[in-house]
């Protein structure tokens, strides 16, 4: 860790001292009127001023909308909103299949609607029931 911040320490510090000033240039022109311009004139002679602040490349970016910020937080709300909702529904149908299962696992006589009559399941049919619950539980309820 301690390497880290001292090669960041460096890197930052010799960034620095590489970094090139923008060159200013001062003149005055035949009416007695001072120019300050990055470019030195033509045929004329002129001062060469230090302002010590490094060049950029590009322009700063523009600041935030603010109507668009907040167009932005009510869609992240909304978002927000519905993955809750369904964070919801995932943890009742997780309870809801643990409950199924604890009736699969403790009930050997457990019976199936089917066409308005009830009918029970054969041993092999529950505990087929039973892996798919606990293959269900595995995958969808942590």
Known sequence: MRWMILAATLTLA?????????????????QGVTHFDAQPPAGQTAEEIDTGRPVTASPPPPPQNQEGAREQEAIDAKVRKQVAAQEAKRKEICEEQRTNLAQLQNNPRVRQEVNGEFRR????????RIAEVKQYLDDQCN
């Open 14 to 30: 010799l960034g620095q001292t590489t970094s090139q000033a923008a060159q200013v240039y001062k003149w005055v022109d035949a």
């Open 121 to 128: 399941f054969t041993e092999e049919e529950r505990q087929g």
